[in-house]
């Protein structure tokens, strides 16, 4: 079984900085993509960004030059840095990975539960 375990989250105010990491553990044979999605009250959940194995990102145009993902493999770690934060960018913030895993080495995709970020004065 493979863990996806956020962590980092809280309170900042608008303006600040936080940056939230997700670490996934277990019997891992190789991650391909690892997104950062997020989810407010009422609200669909969003993909925020997303970044491959070869290092090909995806992006929010709500979060474009404000957040930056990144990837520590030796770590199975993703990074979402998170500058110029708004009370907007409000949700529980939910790791995913496609990773391959298990006596059968199929690509399956895992959730973590969320971390809350909450940007307000």
């Known amino acids: 079984q493979v863990h996806l375990v956020e962590s980092g989250g809280g309170l900042v105010q608008p303006g600040g900085s936080l940056r939230v990491s997700c670490a996934a553990s277990g019997r891992i044979l190789g991650i391909d993509d690892m997104s950062w999605y997020r989810q407010a009250p009422g609200n669909q959940r969003e993909l925020v960004e997303q970044i491959f194995s070869s290092a090909t990102t995806v992006y929010s145009d709500s979060v474009k030059g404000r957040f930056t993902i990144s990837r520590d493999n030796a770590k199975n770690t993703v990074y979402l840095q998170m500058d110029s934060l708004k009370p907007e960018d409000t949700a529980v913030y939910l790791c995913?990975?496609?990773?391959?895993?298990?006596?059968?080495?199929?690509?399956?995709?895992?959730w973590g539960q969320g971390t809350q970020v909450t940007v307000s004065s």
């Open positions: 995913g990975a496609t990773v391959r895993s298990g006596p059968d080495s199929r690509w399956r995709d895992y």
